[in-house]
């Protein structure tokens, strides 16, 4: 009787195995293993080319996921021509587990693991094609009936082509056998050939094959189209994993030569004009979003404006506005414009009270300042000399004659730190990009390190003989340079507070410094006007803009110099452009380019200017109401790529905004 028991457990363990693809260990032996070493045990089959004996695997969603993401992170790692190539790879497997997915766990599942990772195949029109007609055809369709569409259909009766060179082929291989990765092992010997390319160049994507494609009759898709929709030339480009003639390519690569040597243009600028600032402004600040504005005034004070209009104040009818002549001038409606809006009388009051809640709350129950002013921060015990924001906009850092520095929670306009170091006024500060190290400059002549979970200095860099005006942060953030009223730059190790360069060229008192987006350059703005470009790895200036257009190493540029001190300098995102302002409300924006070679074969930089704009103060486009003038204050570049400039002019008590 137990033999016989043993008989028929031997059996079903046989048959089971035989059903899974699985080998039995012999007579009278077994061999048990889990679909996971199966799939790493997995070799190139004797009997096909190019594929994988498998398992069937489980699909649940996490390990799916898991499994795509590690094996991107692997690619991303690995070096070229191997990643290049392994990309490939990425598309095919990428539907197949979309539609296992959708056949497994249902639709739900499966749009969260689509809408995570689509994004990256967006930039090829015949893979975005192929997408969308699997996502309709898997809508369409009930998970049960998902082989009935003649798309799905096509995809798991056909290959994807990839060709592969030997060293990549193996170098995947290696991937695959020593990762536990038994769904993309799946896939990949089923929905995947691969073709061994011996010149080692590889392909430039993958090409679907399917049964038929041979005939004319064969609807199966190649990179998103039918063979019958296909010319002859457009299909041995598809096979070639092109996705467009020569032609087409050529074209594209001259229009791309044409925009790279044209003339940049200069972003759009957007002007703030602080009206009658009857308790003396003092500094100014945008948010890198181009949403929040703090105006820092003698009085001690910091107010805060909203830059973007309300929801409610965008048709319907709703409201209507007051505006006077405006003088050829754009102009666009602020939420702080909402003491020059008129309520038409159609909301209720209901409505009102909603619209009036929040508000309340942003205040801590105080009602809202005329000229819709967010709130005013309150703290400081003598003028707010400058202001920086935090990387979320959370948070306001603001630094004072009084010799101290605070941090504002912007969520409720309370002040939640106050950091004390500095034995003279603060002028200045900035917040590291990477991480909440903070930057000041104070008349002590010392800049000073601070963290913001910590309210003591942690390093004091001592160096200047003079006050410190300007402070900025390196985009790695490991470097901080300094400017001085004693004309020069330091630029200081932020791990240890040591000084790396010291660079000396102005004539005058250092009003700005910024480093470029790349990490390569440093401009720097003075009193007389001049701003010099420098380069970090030599230590020299580059190129300059000065009074006299003389420019320091035989460089040139063009274009009409600033006539009063520098404000602010900035660079746009691609490091080609430096926007350069001064108080008399010249934005100035030049192009940095390499100049031709001279005749001793130095290579040479210049400055060309791409447009200049006058702030002139007033919101009618003249020379400002009353004969007042306005005062330059602040300018940036913003994340949206329009640059922000604030001036002061003592006028009327309202904030206005035009836009050049």
Not at 295 to 324: A, N, Q, R, Y
Not at 463 to 491: E, K
Not at 629 to 658: F, I, K, M, P, Q
């Amino acid at each position: 009787m137990r033999k016989v028991r043993t008989e028929k457990v031997m059996a079903h363990v046989s048959d089971y195995m035989k059903r899974r693809n699985l080998e039995s260990g012999g007579p009278g032996g077994s061999v048990t293993l889990t679909e996971q070493q199966v799939g790493i045990l997995g070799l190139v089959s004797p009997s096909a080319p190019n594929t994988f004996t498998f398992s069937t695997t489980s699909t649940q969603h996490t390990h799916v996921d898991h499994q795509y993401v590690r094996l991107k992170s692997w690619m991303m790692e690995a070096s070229e021509p191997c990643r290049s190539e392994l990309s490939q790879v990425l598309f095919p497997l990428f539907v197949h587990l979309y539609l296992e997915l959708v056949a497994a766990t249902g639709r739900q599942a499966a749009n969260k693991f689509f809408k995570k990772h689509y994004q990256v195949f967006l930039v090829n029109r015949d893979y975005e094609n192929t997408l969308s007609q699997v996502v309709s055809a898997s809508s369409t369709n009930s998970s049960g009936d998902m082989n009935s569409s003649p798309v799905i259909q096509n995809l798991k009766s056909g290959k994807y082509l990839v060709r592969l060179s030997e060293l990549t082929l193996n170098y995947f291989l290696r991937y695959l056998k020593s990762s536990e990765n038994p769904t993309l092992l799946q896939i990949f010997n089923t929905y995947i050939e691969v073709e061994v390319d011996e010149s080692g160049a590889g392909s430039s994507g993958a090409v679907f094959r399917g049964p038929d494609l041979n005939t004319s009759s064969s609807t199966a898709l190649v990179n998103g189209h039918t063979p019958d929709s296909l010319s002859s030339d457009a299909s041995a480009y598809a096979a070639d994993g092109m996705d467009c003639s020569p032609d087409e390519l050529r074209k594209v690569k001259d229009i791309m030569a044409r925009v790279r040597s044209a003339q940049p243009t200069a972003p759009s600028l957007c002007v703030y004009t602080v009206s009658n600032a009857y308790n003396g402004l003092s500094c100014a600040n945008v948010n890198a979003e181009g949403q929040l504005l703090a105006c820092g005034f003698e009085d001690s004070v910091i107010k805060m404006w909203k830059l973007t209009p309300p929801l409610h104040d965008i048709g319907f009818g709703k409201k209507k506005t007051v505006v006077g002549p405006r003088g050829g001038i754009s102009h666009t409606l602020l939420a702080c414009d909402d003491s020059r809006i008129e309520d038409s009388g159609e909301r209720d009051d209901e409505e009102k009270e909603e619209e009036a809640t929040p508000t309340e709350i942003r205040n801590g129950g105080r009602r809202r300042n005329r000229g819709g002013e967010l709130f005013a921060l309150r703290g400081h015990s003598g003028p707010v000399l400058d202001t920086a924001f935090s990387h979320d906009s959370n948070y306001l850092l603001s630094v004072s004659e009084d010799c101290s520095m605070r941090l504002w929670d912007l969520e409720n306009g309370n002040a939640v730190a106050l950091y004390r170091g500095h034995s003279y006024p603060v002028w200045c500060v900035d917040v590291a990009p990477l991480t909440m190290y903070v930057a000041t400059g104070s008349y002590d002549t010392t800049g000073r390190l601070w963290s913001t979970d910590a309210t003591y200095p942690l390093r004091t860099l001592s160096g200047h003989t003079r006050a410190v005006d300007c402070v900025a942060f390196h985009p790695n953030g490991t470097y901080l340079a300094t400017g001085s009223c004693d004309r020069s730059i330091r630029l200081w190790q932020v791990t240890d507070g040591d000084a790396a360069r010291i660079l000396l060229h102005h004539k005058s008192a250092i009003n700005t410094v910024s480093f470029s987006p790349n990490g390569k350059y440093l401009a720097s703005g003075s009193e007389d006007g001049t701003v010099a470009v420098w380069d970090l790895a030599g230590g020299r200036v580059m190129t300059e803009i000065s009074s006299s257009n003389q420019v320091n190493s035989g460089n040139t540029g063009s274009g009409t110099p600033h006539q009063d001190s520098i404000m602010n300098v900035c660079w746009s995102t691609d490091s080609s452009l430096l926007v350069s302002a001064s108080s008399d409300g010249c934005v100035r924006t030049s192009h940095l380019k390499q100049a031709p070679a001279s005749n001793d074969g130095t290579n040479s930089w210049e400055l060309n200017e791409v447009g200049q704009v006058l702030c002139s103060g007033s919101t009618n486009g003249g020379s400002g109401n009353n004969g007042a003038s306005g005062v330059l204050l602040h300018t940036s570049l913003t994340s949206h790529n329009y640059l922000t400039s604030v001036v002061a002019l003592d006028v009327e008590r309202e904030l206005a905004c035009g836009l050049r």
